[in-house]
Every structure is written in C-alpha cells, then in structure tokens.
C-alpha cells in the first residue's frame, strides 16, 4: 500500500496522517521535478526520510511496503535495505531490469547486497546517518542525469492585465501559428477554470481534462501524457471545463498541478498556457514555473492601471524577474493617439511591448468558427503581427516563407 507525502502530512500505510514540520529550514530546489518511490517497511526510516523531503522542493514522493508491479510513473526509486538479503537482491535485480535508476540505503549494508548492487550499477548507496547531509545532493545529481536525457519545454503563460482583454484569443492564436510555423511539439493548457474556452475556440472536441489529469497524476507516464491530451498535427490541448473551479471535491488536486506541468514540459517542446482568469491561487504553480510572462492589456487607462498593479504584485510579491515579463497590446489602433506605445512602456516600465490590431471581424471569425488562423490569407494583419511576436519571443526554430509581405515584415 502506498503512502503519499502533501502538504506537509505524510498518510503513513496504517492509516495515521503525521503532521511534519518543514518550517525550521529555507526549501532548496531541485534542478526538475522528480518522481520517487521509496521501498520502506520501517516506520522510523520513512519518518526519518518526510522530515528531509519537506525541504526539498520540486519533490513528489511516496512510500511502499511492497515492490510495485510497474514503474514507469516514477524517475526514481530509493530501497531502504532491510535484513532480508535475498529479498532486497531480488528488488535490485528487478529494478535494473525495468532500468529504473535506483539508491540504497540503510546502515551496515552486507556486503553480500553491495556486490549484487555494484553490478547492477545502482546510483548510490545512503547510510542512514547521512541522510541530512546527502539526500539532498545525490537527488540532485539525479535530477541532473534526468535532464542530460530528456528536453525540458520551457512554460510561456499569457495573463489578462484587466479582464476581457484577449488573453485566450491570443494564446489560440500564439499556439496555432507556431504549431504552423515549426516542427517541435506545441502543449496549450487551458487554465482558465471559470470559462475554459480554448478547445472551442480552436474548433477542438476534449474529452479529457486538466481536473481529469490531476485526478490520475499516478497513472500519466510519458505515453499517457501525450495521449491524454486533444491533439492536432503538432498541436496539443489540455482542456479544462467550464467552471471547474466550483467543485471543491475536484479542486483537492491542484496540488499536484505543479508535478502534472512538469510531466507536460519533459514531453514537449513548448508549453503556452492560458491564464486569462488572472491571478488565482489553483493555477499559481504554472505561473511560478514560467520562463517568460505575455501580459495582454488594451489601450485604455483602466486596463494599464490595473496591468501596473499586476506587474508590482509578480514582482515585488512573488518574486518573479521584470525581465521575463513581456506585453500585448491588444486590439491596438493608431487612432487612440493619447496612448502609444512609448507611453504604454513607460507607463508599465516595460519594455518589450508588442501588439495585435484591433480587427474585430478577422477576430470573431476566427473566434466563433474555431478556424485556425494560420490558415487564413497570409495578408492578414494580425496574423503577421502574431508571426512577429512569435520570432522574437519564442524559444523555437521557426520557418517562415520570406516573400511579399513576410519579407517586408522581416527585413530580409
């Protein structure tokens, strides 16, 4: 039976929650989120091993009295060695044949199990005196060798400065012209829990969703996370439904949220994901974990007030860096000659601003058919002003033809 370690409580196999207290020593991060079982049948030893893994973050960890049938949910697995000799061989020689990095640990190891663990190459061996001291090294030597073998996607979030601002219509569009534009594998994670509009909008029909996923982190490896989600070509889709955030009974899992974006970015390219809802404590995690934040304002005093507020609180409250903060001037019109671009960068201390004209009826056709953008007639302005943000923002290798337009868009 397994025991899961959340928010601080470890639920031990017969049945106590033991509260542990994390608070007495600052968290420290591994390099990528890690998976890792912990074969224990002592008490002592598991408690032992909670009160070090509340301090690490980017940490998903269970206990198990017995071996698992399968593996392939978890990055890693720690055996605590125990006095069976034949039983703990018999675990090593199974975990090295499902080629599952493995630790040991335990004092007075035989040497008998050592030579059985040599030559089965396993990672590491942790007396358990020196838990304190070199759990959290050698995990992050693991997360290191974890990377060395897989790609990790960067997470892009494109936040409303002020409701209705376009955030969702811009990240529809951001996802399917990239997509278009490059071969890499393009995730959208519908986090706007109040609407969830996306799969629409993209003329999508979802039948799996983010509260779905959530509820079955355990069973999502590699395959079943690409599988999961709505899929066109090179473009996928975790939807959410329409005011998910109301069920409370389903809401218990967004703590796993942070652990489910880690699975999404270890498998694709590049992860967009859509916040238009604003701040919200349910999809914090995603924004946390973001490379780059597109806030979407327009070009009126009420949506800068509030995208000013938005920005002091990412910064000064969350700690997130001015650098990797970028804005959308959406619905933008030369006519609204009081507020320009100089003064919108001015006015936010920003940057890197970019905008999307203010054309209503390539909008809402799009919108209200779900046809991609990308498809429509190359000359239409918004799609090339997208293909701009898209070449200057994202971390992707894009192919865009360089004739008519596109060359004078690019200068090349």
Known sequence: MN?????????????????????????????????????????????????????????????????????????????????????????????????????????????????????????????????????????????????????????????????????????????????????????????????????DALNLEASYFLTDALNEIDKLDDLAIKSMMTKRKNLSLLASKAYAQLDSEQNKNFDHLEQLAWKIKLNHDLVLVDLSRGLDMLTLPLLLLSSQILIVVQQNIVSLREAKALIQQLIDNMGISKNSIKIIVNRHSKKVANIGIDDIKKVLNINDVFYVSNNYQLASSCTDLGSPLAKLSENKVIHKEICSIIEQVFPIDVVIEKTGFFSKLFGR
Do not use: W
């Not at 605590?80 to 018999?90: G, P, W």
């Not at 190459?121 to 992050?140: A, C, G, R, S």
């Open 3 to 199: 025991s899961k370690g959340t928010n601080n409580v470890v639920d031990m196999p017969d049945g106590r929650h033991v509260p542990m207290d994390s608070s007495v020593k600052e968290k420290q991060s591994l390099p990528v989120h890690l998976n890792v079982l912990v074969i224990c049948k002592a008490y002592d030893v598991q408690l032992a091993l909670s009160s070090q893994f509340f301090l690490i973050h980017n940490l998903h960890f269970e206990f198990s009295e017995k071996t698992p049938k399968q593996f392939s949910q978890y990055d890693l697995v720690i055996l605590a060695v125990d006095k069976e000799k034949n039983s703990n061989k018999t675990v090593i020689e199974k975990l090295a044949n499902e080629k599952m990095p493995t630790l040991l640990l335990g004092n007075d190891i035989s040497a008998e199990v050592i030579r059985v663990a040599m030559h089965y190459h396993v990672q590491d061996i942790i007396p358990l005196k020196d838990i304190e001291q070199e759990l959290f090294k050698i995990l992050t030597a693991c997360g290191n060798e974890l990377l060395k073998q897989k790609k990790v996607a960067p997470i892009i979030s494109i936040i409303n400065g002020k409701s209705g601002s376009g955030a969702s219509f811009i990240t529809g569009c951001l996802g399917e012209i990239s997509a278009d534009l490059c071969q890499d594998e393009i995730a959208l994670i519908d986090a706007d829990l109040h609407y969830g509009s996306l799969a």
